[in-house]
C-alpha cells in the first residue's frame, strides 16, 4: 500500500482534460459567496488541515469555483471565502495558454534548488486585496503536493502563471497574502489603490 501511493504522489497530475464540463459542473453545484478582504482575521494566520472528505468538503468546493467565477478569479483558497481549511481550487491558463482546473487540500510547496529556480517577476494581483496589482518576483515553476477532494495524495505542476497562482493560493493557506511579501513602501502603495478602487464582486465588510 505504502509503495503504491507514493508512485501515485511521484506522478504528475492532469489537471488539463475536460476543463470546461468539470469547470462548469463545480459551479452548476455550488453557491457564490462574498469574498473577505485583507484585514479579515481569517486571512492572516494558517488554516486547519482538511481531515474529513466528505459530503461538506464537496459542497465547499462547489462554492469555491461557483465563488471564484463570480469574482472573475483563476484561484481560490477557503478562507477567502471565511472558511478555515486548507484547501484552493484553480481555473488557471499557464503561459502557453493551455488551461489548468483542479483542487487541492492540504497543499505544501516543494522547494526548488536554487540552481533551476528562474524568477518572473510580473505584477500579481488578489480578490482578497481588490482593485491592487503589484509586480512580485515568483519562481516561474512550481510543484505542490497535497490531496484531492477524495483523500487521495495528487502532485501538481505549473509554469509561467499558472506556477504563480499555485504558490499564491498555497500562501492563502499559510496566513500569507502576496501584499506580505512586498517591500513596505510597495505594499502601503498596494493598499492605497484597494482604497481608492471599487470591487467588481461582493466582498465581505471587516469588523
Request: contains cysteine.
Amino acid at each position: 500500500m505504502t509503495q503504491e501511493i507514493d508512485q501515485r504522489v511521484d506522478e504528475f497530475i492532469d489537471d488539463t482534460q475536460d476543463c470546461e464540463e468539470r469547470e462548469q459542473a463545480y459551479r452548476a453545484r455550488g453557491t457564490a459567496r462574498p469574498i473577505t478582504v485583507v484585514g479579515n482575521p481569517v486571512l492572516h494566520s494558517e488554516c486547519r488541515n482538511v481531515t474529513e472528505f466528505d459530503d461538506g468538503l464537496a459542497a465547499l468546493i462547489d462554492d469555491m469555483f461557483a465563488s471564484q467565477r463570480a469574482a472573475e478569479g483563476v484561484g481560490l483558497a477557503a478562507n477567502q471565502i471565511g472558511v478555515d481549511l486548507k484547501v484552493f481550487v484553480y481555473d488557471c491558463h499557464d503561459d502557453e495558454g493551455v488551461r489548468h482546473v483542479g483542487v487541492v487540500c492540504n497543499p505544501v510547496l516543494e522547494e526548488l534548488p536554487a540552481e533551476s529556480r528562474v524568477l518572473d517577476d510580473n505584477n500579481e494581483g488578489c480578490l482578497s486585496v481588490p482593485t491592487a496589482y503589484a509586480e512580485l518576483a515568483r519562481p516561474d515553476y512550481a510543484v505542490v503536493t497535497g490531496q484531492n477532494a477524495a483523500g487521495e495524495p495528487i502532485r501538481v505542476q505549473g509554469t509561467g502563471y499558472f506556477a504563480r497562482c499555485l504558490q499564491h493560493e498555497t500562501d492563502h493557506l499559510y496566513g500569507r497574502l502576496y501584499i506580505d511579501r512586498l517591500s513596505k513602501r510597495e505594499r502601503k502603495k498596494a493598499l492605497k489603490m484597494m482604497e481608492e478602487g471599487t470591487p467588481r464582486y461582493e466582498t465581505v465588510p471587516n469588523a
